[in-house]
């Protein structure tokens, strides 16, 4: 039997009936683009984060883009973020026109790390130029928000949430999303409530800055065919709209399976040969990734591709070291950690329909290694 380390189909053919419904539905309204679909899933996400606005756009990296841009962060301006994510990230803030800076992670969680944070806010403050800060939720593991915000306060400068991997994490019983100014979702179909395609959403508390994104997504119309700032075109469609609608209330419970895999792992995985993950304290880490450190990643991996137990690294290179920005990205000091880290991390087999005995073969293929 073979293990795959994610499997998109399963979500569908879990809800299968509901799912073809609700996309005959739609095919059958001959209204394919912003509708009561969109307007519904918007409301209903909303809702689900605990937000006042949710606005659909067409994937995760323009929902980042567009935020940037709603805050009104362009051209000359520096926004600190991390080196070890997503590339989207960081070309989310090249397409707004901005300059990344990048911060080194914390070796524990993953994710921007609050003392590096501090000084480089302090460092580049100076310039005039620093506005913002994007704090990636890596994983599923929230980022350390209250230190973030703490810095962010002190220097002046706005709070954008990647949200890509954490549908659902909680810190101090808040969700992710909720700290920011802003914040950013992808419904790519891996993610913790993935389409069946491309999808993202930005949400926010704050109606003046929903009511931007909104008319950015869509050429800059303030009204049809009247565009009051310069816009483009990022929408998110009724066909993934309806799939969401189907998906969201599922998301609380396909979470807490993840969850319950991680507790397999964390029992059975053998911490002489690994490093685990581990939940930051006050925090509910939604297994986005299940990521571990193995000092002799290549080998192990190899061995688990042997025994049938598919693995991903999530990711080869640190941002600042891929051809694309090499030499061209501003880092904040050095990013010793970003760049170990990458070397030994392993994503095992982690999604809601995963079931807990295939989870268990995999802590014994990795328990069979160099035995
Ligand atoms: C951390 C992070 N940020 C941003 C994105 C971009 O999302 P999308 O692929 O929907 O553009 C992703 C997903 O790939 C991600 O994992």
Not at 8 to 29: C, M, N, T
Not at 151 to 168: K, N, P, T
Not at 215 to 238: A, H, Q, T, V
Not at 288 to 314: F, M, N, P, S
């Amino acid at each position: 039997m073979t293990v795959v380390q994610t499997d998109p189909r399963a979500g569908y053919l879990e809800q299968k009936e509901e799912i073809d419904a609700a996309i005959a539905e739609v095919l059958a309204s001959g209204w394919y683009i912003k509708g009561k679909q969109v307007a519904a899933f918007e409301s209903e996400f909303a809702a689900f984060v605990g937000v006042r606005e949710a606005v659909g756009v067409a994937n995760g990296t323009d929902a980042l883009h567009l935020a940037l841009r709603a805050l009104g962060i362009g051209r000359g301006d520096q926004v600190l973020t991390v080196s070890h994510t997503a590339v989207a990230t960081v070309a989310a803030i090249e397409l707004a026109g901005a300059e990344p800076v990048l911060v080194d992670i914390d070796e524990a969680s993953y994710t921007i790390c609050a003392g590096r944070l501090a000084e480089a806010a302090r460092a580049f403050r100076g310039g005039g130029r620093l506005k913002a800060v994007i704090a990636v939720h890596l994983y599923g593991q929230p980022a350390a928000m209250p230190a973030i915000l703490e810095s962010a306060r002190e220097h002046g400068l706005f709070v954008i949430e990647d949200c890509a991997q954490s549908h659902g994490a909680l810190l101090e019983g808040k969700a992710t999303g909720t700290f920011g100014d802003i914040a950013a979702f992808s419904f790519y179909p891996t993610k913790n409530l993935g389409g069946i395609g491309d999808g993202g959403a930005i949400v926010t508390q704050d109606p003046e800055l929903a009511r931007r994104a909104r008319w950015l997504g869509e050429y800059g119309w303030k009204e049809r065919y009247l565009s009051e700032i310069p816009g483009l075109n990022s929408r998110l469609d009724e066909l993934q709209a309806a799939i969401l609608r189907v998906k969201l209330p599922r998301v609380a419970e396909n979470n807490a399976r993840r969850r319950a895999l991680a507790r397999l792992y964390g029992d059975r995985l053998p911490r002489e040969v690994l490093v685990l993950p581990a939940a930051r304290a006050g925090a509910e880490h939604c297994y986005h990734q299940y990521a571990v450190r193995c000092a002799e990643r290549d080998a192990l991996r190899a061995h688990l591709k042997a025994e049938g137990i598919g693995t991903t690294i999530h990711y080869p290179q640190p941002v600042h070291l891929q051809p694309a920005y090499r030499g061209r990205v501003a880092i904040a000091g050095d990013l010793p950690v970003s760049e170990r880290v990458c070397g030994e991390i392993l994503s095992l087999p982690m999604y809601p329909q995963l079931p807990l005995e295939a989870a268990g073969r995999v802590c014994e293929a990795v328990r069979s290694w160099r035995r």
